[in-house]
């Protein structure tokens, strides 16, 4: 146990510190410009400037805000509407098909629209987020709603359950660790409609420090952004693992990773 | 609704009583005749099997005895009065355990009287006693994943007594078991039924099992299912795993088994 945890650890850590020697000494060795790749040294001073002084904090918020609302509207709509589906056949049969053909636009083609009908502001990356995530939350709530044990609705039926206690105290849990599944998947996707639409046009935000960056060659702030955002992302991401394992402590398919 | 058979007609006595009872599914592929017609009874405290090969309508028979589906012809009665809705005083135990996942043992247990909405502080002390009584007295806080399959299936059983209801409906209940854990089950049922008194209505494909346990075995032809035997066993009661030896109940298997050869040109 003890010595797992310590390969678990160490491992990752000397593969970095092999990755950030590679990476200095091949900058020294072949001569690459510094506004080409930045030495990893100009990279912990931006990140220094962007964390302790404080230089990032403004669009760091701004990226998390827009993401964590875009993820909450775009979820919770994808809950509510996968409930409605499950529960009548008419709004299944006319629904699903077109979400499911919807699906496989790729949304972030739609980001220049979004801001000319959203603005530059936080709506239309709230709007973009909330877009990303529908789907695939959508998909796997309803696979979960539909993989519900019939013989457990045909037991509270036999009790006289109403619909709405068969919706809530059997389908609803069922359905838990695939909406989480869901959920997993979409944060990840959330993340990258933030920064696309941040890319894209905005005045804040992490991608937005990234689109300056590239005007005054700037590498070193754009390797530190780079590494905030994966930052966030690791920790939105665990947080849900965290709330996976907390909320549907029963099932046993919490470790399995999933592929988006 | 005039009904041919009224309840005053039910033979006296009798629980359970099914009077021309068949069932129809309509699918994609037309009507889909999957059970009867047929007439059983079930007297008051009675354990009756029933045996059919696979696909003939017993799972069928038994969601119309528990109100979970209306027969497409005939009447079915539990003490009296029509079955034309899932009920109060029936239990259930289906082939799969059936718990809910999140819920731990004894909230599974309490499960029915939760949903029938009768529950009181006493319920908890009954889940208790039949938590024991099924032997998983250590496990009133597990939860289903943490319990084996046959433990999984003695809570169902639990659970299917806690309200007392008349009449207890089982499907397979063991046949999910391996042999050994089965041959116990088996006898914990036995105790049970002799302790609680009820009627029930065990449906199996194991001959055995069926002879082991019950006062009569109904034996259904191949879909749709019809009575074509009625078994009294007449075997002593308590029966332990000796009575298995006994040549009566050897006989009583034989007869049964070569019901079904008969029938089964795959198996002449
Ligand atoms: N919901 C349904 N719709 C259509 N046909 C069904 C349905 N349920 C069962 N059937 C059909 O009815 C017949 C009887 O099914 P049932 O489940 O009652 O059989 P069974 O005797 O319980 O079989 P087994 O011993 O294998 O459990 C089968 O041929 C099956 O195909
Ligand atoms: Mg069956």
Not at chain 1, 51 to 65: K, N, Q, Y
């Amino acid at each position: 146990m003890r010595e797992n945890a310590l390969r678990n650890i160490l491992l990752p850590l000397g593969v970095t510190a092999l990755f950030i020697a590679a990476w200095h000494y091949s900058i020294i060795y072949f001569k690459v410009p510094n506004y080409l790749v930045p030495t990893p040294w100009a990279v912990l001073l931006s990140l220094k400037q962007g964390l302790i002084g404080g230089v990032l904090w403004p669009d760091i918020w701004a990226t998390t805000s827009a993401l964590v609302l875009g993820y909450v509207a775009g979820c919770s709509m994808a809950l509510v509407l996968a409930t409605l589906v499950s529960e009548f056949q008419l709004l299944n049969r006319a629904i699903y098909p077109l979400v499911v053909a919807f699906q496989s636009v790729p949304k972030v083609a739609l980001a220049p629209l979004i801001i000319v009908w959203f603005g530059f502001e936080l709506q239309s990356k709230v709007v973009m987020v909330a877009l990303i995530c529908f789907f695939p939350c959508f998909v796997n709530a309803v696979v979960g709603f539909r993989s519900c044990n019939p013989n457990l609705i045909d037991l509270y039926r036999a009790f006289g359950a109403s619909r709405m206690q068969i919706l809530f105290s059997v389908k609803w849990p069922s359905a838990l660790s695939t909406i989480f599944a869901g959920l997993e998947i979409s944060i990840v996707l959330a993340l990258l409609g933030a920064v696309v639409a941040e890319l894209v046009a905005s005045r804040r935000g992490l991608g937005h420090v990234i689109e300056a960056s590239t005007v005054d060659f700037n590498v070193a702030m754009i390797f530190a952004c780079v590494i905030v955002l994966a930052a966030i992302g690791v920790i939105s991401t665990q947080l849900i693992m965290w709330l996976r394992r907390r909320i549907a402590f029963w099932d046993h398919q919490t470790t399995t990773t999933i592929v988006t | 609704m005039p009904t041919p058979y009224p309840p005053t007609k039910t033979p006296s006595g009798a629980t359970l009583s099914l009077r021309e009872i068949a069932l129809t599914y309509s699918t994609s592929r037309g009507p889909l005749p999957a059970l009867g017609p047929l007439s059983i009874d079930v007297e008051n405290g009675e354990f009756v099997a029933v045996l059919g090969p696979s696909g003939c309508g017993k799972s069928t028979l038994l969601k119309i005895l528990s109100g979970l589906l209306q027969p497409s012809a005939g009447q079915a009665f539990l003490g009296g009065t029509i079955i034309d809705k899932p009920r109060q005083d029936v239990g259930i135990v289906f082939q799969q355990p059936t718990l809910l996942p999140w819920k731990n043992v004894r909230d599974n247990v309490l499960m029915p009287v939760r949903v029938l909405g009768i529950y009181s502080p006493a319920y908890r002390k009954k889940a208790d006693e039949l938590i024991e009584m099924v032997g998983l007295d250590q496990f009133a806080q597990h939860y289903p994943h943490e319990l084996s399959g046959g433990m999984q299936q003695r809570v169902a059983i639990a659970r299917g007594l806690i309200h007392e209801p008349k009449l207890l409906l089982m499907d397979e209940p063991f046949a999910a078991l391996d042999a050994l854990t089965r041959e116990q089950m088996i006898l914990e049922l036995q105790a049970i039924w002799e302790r609680t008194g009820k009627s029930v209505v065990f449906i199996t494909h194991s001959i055995p099992e069926a002879a082991f346990m019950a006062d009569r075995i109904v034996v259904l032809s191949s879909r749709p299912g019809r009575v074509i035997h009625i078994e009294n066993v007449g075997l002593a009661r308590p029966r332990g795993l000796e009575s298995m030896a006994a040549p009566e109940f050897v006989a009583i298997c034989d007869r049964l088994r070569r019901l079904f050869t008969v029938k089964d040109p795959a198996h002449a």
